[in-house]
């Protein structure tokens, strides 16, 4: 014990006596940290911001390479606005650079297909290396490439008019994201039951030798993920057509910080209200007892959630079979329609607005940004590896979120 603390103090005394020169070090290192941050961060300088033009778009229209408003930012700081991640993941990489549109063998990221969907194609530049559209963005997480949305993809808007479109950095999108995905998940349905689709979209992905070895890796994944999209769109579906320019983001973003809150024993309590317009339940405890089976007890993943959708439409033995109405009566008993889409806001009043969101929910200020941003990054698919414990001893995270008392 006594050579311990002999240690301890020389430590104190070495630190006491080489305090300056070691807090120089430290500051030098942040220094040289933040430079080297800044340098990279404006290493993409393309003049024309990775912006092409477009000839024959979907709506008959052509024009000429976008020019930018003055907005005080320069070309390098539009594309790190378009190309910084926020750790969202919609789709493995490699799928999503290989996945045909479900009518044609043209690319689904293609520009022309982009363009239906008013998103603002790119070409290839040093941070966007496949010239994916505006605001999606190469993500890596545990050694995989994703696909993910940055903060541009709904905030960059642009303006076309007798041949000349005007980009708008912070403006707001007129992207058509409902369509968008509608189309992303028959795009992965129809690979999945089209053979020739199916064999190019293997090929093409393994061609890539990047995060695949063999088709058996690609297919499980392209069932795995399309799974998930047809989750999205089933939670999310609304009797209100959102069209061009509009998003109910609050609703969406509501739904997917919900399902990875909710516990199994909550999920069947809920389930257990869905009634028919005559008023008699539409699942029964036996049903409901089978389209949990194997769910987590506390944390139910996405792939879980895919599968119980699958079990309340499935005519199997023990499952209810429920047609799309039905379905949507279960979904409004757990989540939330997504029903009051609204335009996109445009950014660049923010900072002296004290709340924020239309409906004026989120505080501007103390921990207010932290939540909206966090709940903002779960509803562009952020990936989350939720965990379940039993308390053991004192943790500041449960006394903050008011979790102290919980079992798990």
């Not at 660049?348 to 966090?374: C, E, F, K, M």
Request: with cysteine.
């Amino acid at each position: 014990m006594a050579t311990l603390f002999q240690k301890l103090f020389a430590i104190i005394v070495w630190l006491y006596k080489y305090k300056w020169r070691l807090l120089g070090s430290v500051i030098g290192l942040m220094t040289i940290s933040l430079l080297l941050g800044k340098l990279y961060q404006h290493w993409d300088d393309d003049p024309d911001r990775g912006a092409v033009a477009m000839a024959n778009g979907a709506f008959g229209e052509s024009y000429s390479t976008p020019v930018y408003l003055d907005q005080g930012w320069s070309e390098s700081e539009s594309l790190w606005f378009y190309n910084t991640t926020q750790g969202s993941g919609l789709l493995p990489y490699d799928l999503y650079l290989s996945l045909e549109e479900s009518s044609s063998q043209r690319l689904l990221r293609d520009n022309a297909n982009m363009d239906k969907y008013r998103y603002l194609p790119q070409k290839p530049t040093f941070f966007n290396p496949d010239g994916l559209a505006v605001g999606f963005v190469k993500d890596e997480y545990q050694g995989k490439d994703y696909v993910g949305f940055t903060c541009a993809a709904c905030h960059t808007s642009q303006v076309n008019f007798k041949g000349q479109a005007i980009r708008i950095d912070g403006g707001p999108a007129m992207s058509d994201i409902s369509g968008f995905f509608a189309e992303l998940e028959k795009s992965m349905m129809a690979t999945l039951t089209d053979s020739a689709k199916q064999q190019r979209f293997i090929a093409n992905v393994l061609a890539l030798e990047n995060n695949y070895k063999n088709a058996d890796q690609v297919v499980a994944d392209l069932k795995k993920w399309s799974g998930t999209i047809h989750l999205y769109n089933t939670v999310n579906h609304s009797h209100v057509k959102y069209g061009y320019a509009r998003l109910d983001a609050f609703g969406r973003i509501y739904n997917r910080v919900l399902q990875h809150m909710i516990n199994k024993e909550q999920l069947s309590n809920a389930m257990k209200l869905a009634v028919s317009p005559t008023g008699a339940r539409i699942l029964t405890d036996a049903q409901i007892t089978n389209v949990l089976a194997g769910v987590g007890e506390n944390i139910i993943v996405d792939s879980q959630f895919s599968k119980i959708i699958n079990r309340l439409a499935s005519h199997d033995q023990g499952y209810p079979g429920l047609n799309l109405r039905d379905l949507l009566r279960v979904r409004d008993q757990i989540f939330n329609e997504a029903d009051a889409p609204v335009s996109y806001p445009f950014l660049w009043d923010i900072g002296q607005s004290d709340y924020v969101q239309w409906n004026g929910l989120a505080q501007n200020y103390a921990l207010g940004p932290l939540g909206r941003n966090t709940g903002e990054v779960i509803g562009v698919f952020g990936i989350l590896d939720w965990t379940a414990e039993e308390p053991s001893h004192f943790d500041l995270s449960s006394l903050l979120t008011d979790q102290k008392k919980k079992k798990k």
